[in-house]
C-alpha cells in the first residue's frame, strides 16, 4: 500500500505534498521516528513550523 502526505495551511490550502516519510521529514524538520509514532494510531495531526500546518496521511 503507497501512502502519501498532504499539509494543508491553517485556511485548508494546499500548502505540499509528499510522496513518503523521508520527504514530509525534510519538509517539517521532523525525525522519521517522531512521524512515524504520531502517525501510528492518527491519519492526521497538527504541527506549528512557524506557522500552524494540518498533516493528513492518505493510502
Known amino acids: 500500500m503507497e ?3 498532504v499539509i494543508y495551511g491553517i485556511n ?3 500548502v ?3 510522496e513518503n ?3 514530509l521529514s525534510l519538509f517539517v524538520n521532523r525525525p522519521v ?3 512515524r509514532y504520531r502517525f ?3 491519519n492526521t495531526f497538527q504541527i506549528q513550523i512557524p506557522k500552524i500546518l ?3 496521511k492518505y493510502r
Open 3 to 5: 501512502e502519501f502526505f
Open 12 to 14: 485548508d490550502n494546499i
Open 16 to 18: 505540499a505534498l509528499c
Open 21 to 23: 516519510l523521508i520527504e
Open 33 to 35: 521516528r517522531e512521524l
Open 40 to 42: 501510528k494510531k492518527k
Open 54 to 56: 494540518n498533516i493528513y
